[in-house]
């Protein structure tokens, strides 16, 4: 079901996100547009560790199921809670606004990522959930 929100990129287009506010373990409702680079919209890049973890997560995008890995799931569950400019400003996220199952687009994509994080309002670094810790440093 995820191609289903995948309408086919023209020109200098990227896709942006725009993630609904939310409490922690509230359902992740997001909208997704096509938005020229060259208009220079006000983003935030999400860098994230993709992880190898096979369990898929089900978001809400354009009022349609779409599954991401946990790494992601949490860090969006946590961002649009602790930071308001993750709800403010539209969200560029790989996973989520290349088409992962177009090989052409993805190259491309790919291609111009040094572009789209360069581009970006800000970049967040996401390395995963806070692990507690035992003993102090």
Not at 17 to 41: A, F, M, S, Y
Not at 61 to 78: C, K, M, T, V, W
Not at 118 to 135: F, K, M, Y
Request: charge should be negative; include cysteine.
């Amino acid at each position: 079901m995820d191609n289903l929100i995948y309408e086919t990129l023209v020109g200098t287009e990227i896709r942006l996100l725009k993630v609904c506010p939310g409490e922690i373990g509230d359902p992740i409702n997001c909208e997704i547009k096509r938005i020229p680079l060259d208009t220079d919209p006000k983003y935030i890049a999400l860098s994230y560790v993709w992880g190898g973890n096979s369990t898929k997560y089900k978001i809400d995008i354009n009022n349609r199921d779409f599954s991401i890995g946990e790494n992601l799931y949490f860090a969006i569950d946590q961002l649009r809670h602790y930071n308001k400019k993750f709800v403010r400003y539209f969200v560029w996220i790989d996973a989520i606004c290349i088409n992962q199952n177009d090989t052409a687009e993805k190259s491309k994509q790919v291609g111009r990522m040094l572009e789209i994080y360069a581009r970006a309002h800000s970049t967040i670094a996401w390395l995963g959930r806070p692990e507690p810790v035992d003993e102090p440093y």
